[in-house]
Structures are given as C-alpha cells and as structure tokens.
C-alpha cells in the first residue's frame, strides 16, 4: 500500500477501497460503487447522507451537531459529506442510491412511426483497378457508389485505411454513412446489424436503451444515478458548482460521460453488441443537463434574461465528447424549448405526439422544475414552474427521494394507518408521492384544512387512535406517519406543518402554471382533454390524490394517464428518424414559452393554488 | 546520468547528446540537430554518412570494409549508419546537410491573380439578449451575420468558449469562418490580420512560407531538410520504410510534421506573427510524400498498378494533423495527377499558368523522378521518367548532393579545368549539375564521344594536361575531376565510365519522356515554345549544357527559364484563391498521364535518347 493511502471498508457489502488520506467518504463510496444520497451540495446542510462508523470515534462538525441528534450520535452515525477519512475506516452504508429499471418505459406511448435512419450501411464492391484506369481509391469508391450525390466526405483515419482495407478484402466492404461522411468501413456484408442509443439524461437519473437501429426494438435499458447528484441534488446547485469551482465544468461533464460509458458498457455485454457497432446517440436532457453533457457553461440559463447557448439539436462525433461508441459517430441532443423547458421535454412531446394532436393534451413533468405543455396540433404553449424540492423529497422533515425506504403510498383506514415502502424494506422517510397521498388524506379525514393547517383536534371530530398520531405544538401541530418501533431508524417518521408549507409551494407552483397556460390558450381548466404525467414521479403518482389537493386538475380520472419515461421514448424516436428530427425543430420554432415570473398575474393565481382544493 | 545512458560529442560544433546505449549514430546526430547525409536508408549502400571517431577503436561493419578505404580507416573514418554507439564516443562530422534558402522562390513565375480567400474573418456585433425575445446564443449570432447561407456551423470547443466570449466582449467580436464552419471567435476587430502558410514538402528539403493572406505578400521563407531523408533519400525507399518497418508510416509522418512545426515557429519568431493568427494551410509534395504527411500508406503507389489512395486535394484540420497552428485551420494538399505526378507538379502549373498558356510550354521537375508536363491551354500531357539517383548525386563514385563541398560547374580551360564548389569551399565531391557539366565539356574536347564512352586518347589528340587527368583502366577508363591536393578529403575526385553510364541511364529516361509526350501531343520536339526547368537542381543546372548532352530538347537558349521553387508558388496560389482551387481540380481531371513504362514505343526511344547529343 502506498503511503498517505488508506483503507475504507463499507458494511454490509464489504467493499474495501484505498484512496488517499483526507478523501471525502462521499468520494471514497462513489469509487467503491456505492453512490451516498445528498442533495445539498455537499454543505451539510440536508442531513440525507448519513453513515455510521464502526470501531472509530470520529469529532462531529458543526452541521453534524444541528443536524444529527445526540442518539444518533452515540451511535456513531455521521453525514458522509462532513467526513473527510484520516485513517483506515470501517463504514456502514445506511441508504444507498439503487434506481429500478422496471418502470423506465411505459409501451402507451410506443406509437406507430416510419423508421428513417440517418446512418446509412451500404454493401459496395469496387472495380479492381488497374493500369490503364488510373482511378485512385477514392475515385474508385465514388464511382461504385449509387448514392444521389457523390459528394462523399471521408475522415481522415478512414482515408488511412481504405487502401488496405480495400486490398485486404477483396476491394469489397460494409460502407457506413453518415450524411455524405464515410464514418466507418466494416469487413463483409454487415448490413444487417446497426444499433444506436437513446438517453434520457435526468438531473436524477440517466437512462440509456440499446435500439437495433433497423427495427427499433429496444434490446436492453440500463441506467445510473447521475453522478452529478454529489455535486448538487437540483440544476442550480450544479450551475453553482460548474461556475464557482475551478475546473467544475470540466469535472461535471466528464463524470456524466463517464456514466454514460459505463451503461453503454453494460447494454453492450447484455445484448452481445461491440460498442463499435453503434452508430448514433441520441440524448434528451433538460437544458442544463443538455449543456453539461457538451461541456458548455450553463451560468447564463441561471440568470436574467436567461439565455441559453443553443436550443437546436447539437451534434458532435462521440470521439470529442468521449463517447466509446464507434468514434466518428454523430451524438446528437434533442433540442431545447427554452432555458427551463429541454431537450427532454421536446422528447416528451415526441413520444405523446402533442403536436399531431387534434384534442388538447397538458403534459406534465414533475421534479424541482414542474415542465408543463398544454396544446394540440393548433398550439402549443409551455412553461417551467419552480416548484422546489418538495416532490424529491426535500426540505421535508423526514423527506427522501423515491428509494428503497421511501413511504410513497399512504392510506387511513378506520383503526390505523396504511404505507408502501419502496424494496418493500421498513421505512426510512417519505417521498413526494407518499406525501400528496398523506396529505390528500389527512385533507379527508379533517386533519388538515383546505389552507393546509394541521388542526388540534376537538373532542369527539377524530377517532381517538389518530388523534394520538397529532403532536400538538407551541405554534404548529405535526402528524406522526410511522410509529417508532416500525422505523428501521428507531425513530419517528413525523410530517410537520412546515412540510406541508413546502408541498403547497410546490403544488401551488405546478397548479398556477397549468392555470396560466389555460389562460393563455384561451380555455377553461376542465377543457383539456387528456393529461399525460411523465417522469419517474408520475409513475409513483396516486392521480386521485394528486387531483385532491389539486395538484393536477379535475377532469375525469380516465382521461390522466401515466406515461412513465417519456423522454427516453422521445429520445429513441429522434434517434430513428430524420422526419422526427424535423419535427422537432418545428416544435421547438413554433411553441410558445411563456415565463411566468414576467407574467404580472403569477402572484394572484399562484396564491389562489396554494389551497388544497380540486382545480376545474 | 541514467545507467544505459552514454554521452556523444559532435565536433567541430561541440554539440553534446545523452543517448541511450546502441544509439545509431545518425538518429545521435539527428538529436544534436546534425543532420547527416545518407540516401541509402542507412543500409551501408550509399557511403555518404561518413563520420570520423575519434580516441576509440570500433570494429568495422563488412559494408564498411567495401565502402571505405584501408587509408580512410586508418584515420578513424566510418559510415555513422553502421555505428551503434555503445560507449562515450568523439564524433568528427566530415559532412553536415546544410539547406540555403536564397534560391528556393523565384518572382519571375509572381504572375498576377485575384485574392479570394477561403478563409473569412468578420466584425459581428450582436444584440444583447433580452427577457422577452428569448433568442439563445448561437439564434442571436446567426441573425446577426449578413452571409449568403444561415447554415452555419459551430464546432465544439468554439460552441463551448461562445456565451462567455459574448459577455466579455459586449457582445461583438471577430468571427472566422471556414465555409459555413466558425472556426474561431477573436476579441476585437482583428478583420485586418489574417495568415496563412504554404508548403513545398519535397523529397529532400521542406520549404514553407508565411504568407499575409489579404495582399499575398510574402513574410518569411524558412527550410529545413526532409527529415525522412534518414530513412531513405528516395520515395522508394521511404514507402519500403513505411511498409516494412513496424510504425514506420507513423514515424515518417511524424517526424515530416515537426518539421513543418519547427518551420512554422521560426516564420512565426521572424514576422511576428502569432501562431494562432494562421487559419490555412497549404501543402505541395510529390504523390507519396503527400500520402505520408497524411498518415496514408503510399505502399499501393510503389506497386503495380500503381495506385494512390487520393488524388484530388485532402482537407483535413490542423488539430488533426498535429499541426500548431490555430487547431480548426483547414490544411489542404494540392491534387496529385497520378501515383508519380503530385501536387507539386500541380502547383508547377498553377504558378506556370500552363493551362491557359497559348503557347507549347515544356516543364520539368528534374530528382529522383523526372517529371514532364507538355502542353498548352488546349492539352495537357504529363510522365514521370524515372531518372534513377544520378541527378542527385547517387550512384556516383564520388557524387554527393548539391549542398556545400559539391562542385556544381564545371569548366575545361585551355590549360586547365575551373570548377565551382558550393559554399566556396575545398570540393568533397560532385552534384548532378556538375556531372552535366564536366559531361558536356568532356565531350566538347573531345575526351568521350556521343555513346560516354571515356577514350583512351591518341598520340596528339588532347593537351598533355588533359591527358594526364585520364586514367587508362584495362576496361574502363576514369577522369580526374579534382587533383588530390585540390580536395578536402586528402584524394582525387573522379569520374568513372560506371558514373557516366548512370547520368546517361537518367537523361535518357527524361529525353525520351519529352519525345514521347511530343509524340503523343502531334508535334516535333523542336516545336515547343518554352521550356521551364523547376526545383533546386535547375536553379543550378546550365542550360547550355543540359542541351548539348540532350537532357532538354535543343531550343533557343533564351527560352529556357529557370523557375526555381514553382511548387512553392503554385501552393502559395492556391492558398489564397478559391479560383485556382478549382483550377487545380480541373488540371488533375483533365491532364492526361502517360505511363512510360506501358508504352511499347519506350525501350526503342530511350535506347536512342541514351546518346550524348542535342535533341531535336
């Protein structure tokens, strides 16, 4: 072992690791494959990264001290990001980040399209040359090639090789286009077999499918927590840290490639696929996301007048952005709506043909940025609403993101309180879809009013084992979900009234902008026809209950469908054709981004959303 | 020092080098920045690597018992290919390449041309973004620019720098495009200042020059000797280097472009010029030296059929190639005509104007090849001779190239023989102009008759000091060029019937490649307009001469011209207009090649063009 190199075990997987001295544990757990939730950024400030250390007493920060109680404590439970390892430690893990693939893609939306790939495989056999006709090589290809421009283009370590190639294979081969460009040239007939990637690139989660580029059967979806999330749980933490860090940028765009890299990887060894037989990448990010991927700096989308670099599809070659596919393959970004509304829901708007629709459709993408589209074929208008980091489970007291542990269903019966814990493991805290279904039945059980408050109880208004579950307080009540003896972390897992604030800042947020695009649009709330929810959230999502609190209007029921990850579909469906491709250069020349903090009427309509109400 | 390591000092320079163990001399040298000569690709053939080792003794190699005399042994002489340092060692250098650039651009050919750049640079000053118009960066600049086409595109790393260039800069700034491709963005108005570089890469020397790309005006020429030289002074042996030796295409490409690196600092040092202020590139070599600066192998060239991988002109960026200029410069080589006419014949014509000349022009490109082009605005007809290496020096007894110590005129007086030496200097041999020299004089007296044969003189025949000079051997007989006191290297410099034999193998294949070309265009030799002699070797050949043993048809003498280093020229030309770019497409298109060795009428032409006598 090298000196100033020590050793850090994590528990209960026994994963060992050295890394140097004074290595953060956040760091020294993404090296050993374990990724440690936190959302603050690192700054000790959400308390979401907790470990325990095993065998050796450590002095506890400051943050630790507020954030930690002193039982924890005594326990020797840590936040990892304050940690800083000295010595050789023994770690146990305590909430690991795992990401389910299951609900990646809903097949709903797997509409019917004409696959017209842009990448082209052509068998040709070239004239064996000789010495009367003195064609050169390329001559020589160009004039075997029944292409309607001859104007081909060939790279550079393309032209290194054609001599030899040709000569070594009987002068014929495997020509692979892209455009007029000569990308690759393959031994035999391989015509048969071309794949592509598409990505759903989330603040979150990334999201790679496997596609046979002929068929556009998926052949395998793999995904990853955006590696990004150390460095901040939402977009503008990463905008602060690519900013304000020296080499931020840089590191934020390699780590995310390097992700990327990895679930290629993966779907290659899955599929029996050499990630030399993949041609194109497609890749639906938020507009942030979408910068970060090219390594182009996001601080101008954070700030006034918030402009981005580019909104149309950008492509490069995977080999200047690192991708290990085939090198000069294109790599291209969906295109971007505005600062606030990316590639990832011009994917959305792909996959549910928004745009070809002859009834009026409201899409809605809920995260710490709610996206939302409202139109049909006539129209289409969009807007971000900044709905906090309530619906990822932050800023809630007890609050997590939609992982094994989380609470995300919630119901009261008679005599006692129902939960669904994600992994189906004891419950560590609750995420934003168990929350709307707490409140939502709090609301029905009277615990709480319209305006939110959690009210004391009178005599007789509650039955008496849920009247037991309300701490009254000095000022503000709190309502106990989990009993201690049912939580793995020995603790209560309580919803306070500065919780349920958060929620209605974030609901109200979401409901507001729905309410003003209608506005816009010239209809009545209860005049959309359809609502399309997307995203992991909305595949948690108990609808009834979103549409209580009024979250998401009150049409019938029937007509709210989840669509699950839209993007990714989006993604795949950009990656398959050019036609598409065009089509999204319309929907994003001709929908109408609204910026509701311009909008002098926000105020008043975000206010009047803030009650737990059903929206018509 | 590092164990393995020894130490070698060149003198007379006392240029000291640490290299490890089993070195060969001439890559010791090459590090020092000695270049030695050697054309034989350092198999001991050549004999022209001669070095001195002083105090140590080291065994001789069996080449260097055949190529070194006892006498040149007892001093210590070797052949610094055969020595692979394996001690300290003291190294005399006998004989260092040495290039002068005096001769290498002639203004004769500076013929008028309009100026039409590829490359644009422009002022743009765009609108500074606002809340309300929500144009991103790339939508802002490209309403912006008043060009004929909005399809612009922006590469990577310049899309990367583009939102905070903006911001810094107001808003305005120089964009430099390529086509539709921003290249570069510079601060400020730097619309005046645009550079460029065009290349002769010949077989032996490099020449570049710096060019100022809005008037033409030259700024600075600077050459250095092919570096490639080491692994051989022929294309030939350069192609059986890079096929035969592992990496060896990789090697000679690079080491061909460090020293086009090493040129473009110097241009750069001298003029001033930054070398990211350079946006184009262009570069005139022969066929194979074109393939080898790309990294393509020239292997199929130098077999039957004979066929290059590319003829038309290649562009590829400067990043792509390693060359240190601005990275997204586009690096262009002239078209090549066929596997044994390249692009620096192209650029011949094109700083000729052959090809809208009313008039019969003969050029030739005398080296290892000969090269002929015939022709007028109507017809253009072109051959490569294959002259072996006697032009050069090659083959010769005591032949060299022509740098300093080489005799490169010669002249029999009444009672004496003149000669002139490059450098001013004691002679060490003798270059191909000399040879054509002492030739034709050799024949004026009357010393050989027209077939070369050197007589064995009668009684009265010729002056007592001439016959003196005539070595009279039981086959052959040799000549007496330099007495031994005349000569640096303490021995006679002679010229044997075997060196007459090989000047003569050499004229004859340029000889009858004219006869065959004005056999194939419908006219009599005598029926050509103007001759012009390209490259070093006319600079100094005199034309009388070259006439009177019949190398170049017998015109009138005033319309022989030299024009020095017309690829130079040609490659400046098409540097800086588009115009002659697709000339120069034209020229390979059109131009009609004649492959002399398919030609049945050969072996009987050149049988008679073998003779020593004027060509009509």
Redesign the interface.
């Given at each position: 072992m090298i000196e100033d190199e020590i050793l850090i075990i994590f528990q209960p997987k026994n994963k060992s690791i050295k890394v140097p001295k004074g290595t953060n544990l956040i760091d020294a757990a993404d090296k050993a494959g374990i990724i440690i939730p936190n959302i603050c950024g690192r700054s000790g400030k959400c308390g979401k990264c907790k470990i325990k250390i095993l065998q050796e007493k450590i002095p506890y920060t400051l943050q630790e001290e507020v954030l930690l109680t002193p039982e924890e404590r005594s326990y020797g439970i840590h936040l990892a990001c304050q940690v800083n390892a000295m010595t050789n430690l023994l770690v146990e893990i305590l909430t690991e980040e795992k990401v389910t693939t299951t609900k990646f893609l809903t097949y709903d939306l797997a509409n019917e399209f004409e696959i017209d790939n842009h990448i082209r495989k052509v068998f040709i056999r070239l004239k064996k040359?000789?010495?009367?006709e003195?064609?050169?090589?390329?001559?020589?290809l160009k004039s075997s090639i029944s292409l309607p421009t001859r104007q081909i283009s060939i790279p550079?370590p393309v032209?290194?090789n054609?001599?030899?190639f040709l000569?070594k294979n009987d002068f014929g081969g495997t020509f692979v286009f892209s455009d007029n460009s000569i990308i690759n040239i393959e031994s035999g007939d391989t015509t048969n077999r071309l794949f592509g990637l598409a990505f759903d690139l989330g603040t979150t989660t990334i999201v790679g499918s496997l596609v046979n580029m002929f068929t556009g059967e998926i052949l395998g979806i793999s995904a990853r927590t955006n590696p990004q999330t150390k460095q901040g749980a939402d977009v503008i933490s990463r905008v602060k840290y690519a900013t304000s860090e020296p080499g931020g940028l840089t590191k934020l765009q390699a780590i995310v490639i390097e992700s990327i890299n990895e679930i290629i990887e993966e779907l290659c060894n899955q599929a029996e696929v050499n990630f030399r037989e993949i041609y194109e990448l497609s890749l639906a990010g938020n507009t942030i996301m979408n910068h970060l991927f090219?390594?182009?700096?996001p601080?101008?989308i954070a700030e006034?007048?918030?402009?981005?670099?580019?909104?149309?599809s950008?492509q490069?070659t995977a080999e200047?952005?690192g991708i290990t596919i085939q090198p000069r393959s294109p790599v291209s970004t969906l295109p971007?709506i505005?600062?606030y509304v990316g590639g990832d829901i011009t994917g959305f708007i792909l996959a549910s043909d928004f745009h070809k629709s002859d009834k009026i459709i409201l899409g809605i993408d809920i995260g710490t940025n709610g996206e939302i589209v409202l139109g049909s074929k006539d129209r289409l208008l969009c807007c971000s609403a900044a709905a906090g980091p309530a619906f990822e489970g932050g800023h809630i007291t007890n609050g997590m993101r939609a992982m094994e542990g989380a609470i995300d269903k919630f119901n009261i019966g008679d005599d006692q309180a129902f939960f669904h814990v994600i992994g189906e493991t004891d419950p560590r805290g609750i995420c934003g879809t168990g929350l709307i279904d707490v409140v939502a039945e709090l609301l029905r059980v009277g615990v709480i009013n319209i305006t939110g408050k959690i009210e004391t109880p009178g005599a007789d208004s509650l039955p008496s084992w849920l009247q037991k579950r309300i701490i009254v307080g000095e000022k503000n009540n709190s309502f106990i979900l989990v009993q201690e003896n049912e939580s793995n972390l020995q603790k209560q897992i309580i919803l306070s009234q500065r919780d349920i604030r958060e929620l209605q800042l974030g609901k109200g947020a979401i409901a507001a902008g729905i309410a003003i695009l209608c506005k816009e649009l010239g209809i009545a709330i209860n005049e959309i026809d359809q609502i399309l929810i997307a995203g992991a959230f909305g595949s948690y999502l108990n609808k009834y209950n979103a549409q209580t609190i009024g979250l998401i209007p009150a049409i019938p029921a029937e007509r709210v469908k989840y669509v699950g990850n839209a993007a990714s579909l989006g993604a795949k469906k950009f990656l398959l054709s050019q036609k598409i491709r065009e089509e999204a250069d319309q929907i994003i020349n001709n929908a109408d981004?609204i910026?509701l903090s311009?909008r002098p009427d926000f105020q008043e309509i975000f206010a009047e959303k803030m009650l737990f109400e059903p929206s018509h």
């Open positions: 040359p000789d010495i009367k003195q064609l050169d090589d390329i001559e020589n550079l032209l290194q054609l001599s030899s000569r090219l390594g182009v700096t601080k101008y006034s007048p918030y402009i981005p670099a580019f909104r149309k950008q490069f200047e952005l971007n505005s600062g981004y910026e311009s």
